[in-house]
């Protein structure tokens, strides 16, 4: 059973908006999360992380947000370029563990 | 050559070949990790190497075989595939194996026939 869930497939927005791509998980015990972002062939690249002791990071148009409540995590770009369209991946990591759940993956196309 | 390098990139082999994937990390990074791909599905962890040793194995079948010679250089050798394991196999490395960032290589995209 997934334990990162990345509910919508695909995303268009269009350039200078914002772009929300949102994560699910399952399990309390993940306490740190981060995003990646791939272009085609190419491997993922390290975006933004959060630690469960926040509710939100920015870095630059990036911005995470964390609902430990809830169970979701939450990546706004703002504005959105073109350059951005690519695929978001959500991961996240069990507390003391070596291992990363991904999410399947979000495909965001920025709008020109 | 600078991050994460794999060779080859593509690669189509029958059920009764034996080859290898190889990675090759510039970071100075002492953990390295063998991922898999499937269409539509998570990347899933196959195996992780911190200090040239394996750490964790994700109950990966035994026709997948690592080798870490050393902390820069990560092999996957495989024998006796099957069509499923057709897949893109991505090697990533990091600083340590705790909340340190992973850092990707290009992928292999494999075709078993």
């Known amino acids: 059973d997934q334990q990162v869930k990345q509910n919508s497939p695909s995303l268009s927005v269009q350039e200078g908006r914002i772009s929300i791509l949102n994560c699910d998980y399952t399990n309390s015990m993940f306490d740190y999360f981060l995003w990646y972002k791939k272009y085609p062939a190419e491997g993922p690249t390290f975006l933004i992380s959060?630690?469960?002791?926040?509710d939100k990071n920015e870095d630059g148009r990036f911005t995470v947000f964390l609902n430990k409540s809830a169970k979701h995590l939450s990546l706004h770009i703002v504005p959105s370029q073109p350059g951005d369209s690519a695929v978001y991946f959500c991961?996240?990591?069990?507390?003391?563990?070596?291992?990363?759940?991904f999410g399947t993956g979000t495909r965001l196309t920025v709008i020109p | 050559e600078t991050g994460v390098t794999q060779t080859p990139r593509h690669l189509v082999m029958g059920m009764t070949n034996k080859k290898s994937l190889k990675c090759e990390q510039h970071l100075g990074h002492n953990a390295m990790y063998w991922y898999k791909q499937s269409a539509k599905k998570p990347l899933e962890l196959m195996f992780v190497?911190?200090?040239?040793?394996?750490?964790e194995n994700n109950s990966v079948p035994s026709r997948f075989s690592p080798e870490c010679p050393n902390s820069s250089h990560l092999f996957l050798h495989l024998h006796t595939l099957q069509p499923e394991d057709s897949a893109l196999y991505l090697c990533?490395?990091?600083?340590?194996?705790?909340?340190?960032?992973?850092?990707f290589g290009p992928g292999t995209r494999l075709t078993v026939t």
């Open positions: 959060i630690s469960s002791i926040k």
């Open positions: 991961a996240a990591r069990d507390s003391g563990a070596n291992n990363l759940f």
């Open positions: 190497y911190s200090l040239e040793e394996r750490v």
């Open positions: 990533a490395s990091s600083q340590g194996t705790g909340r340190n960032e992973q850092y």
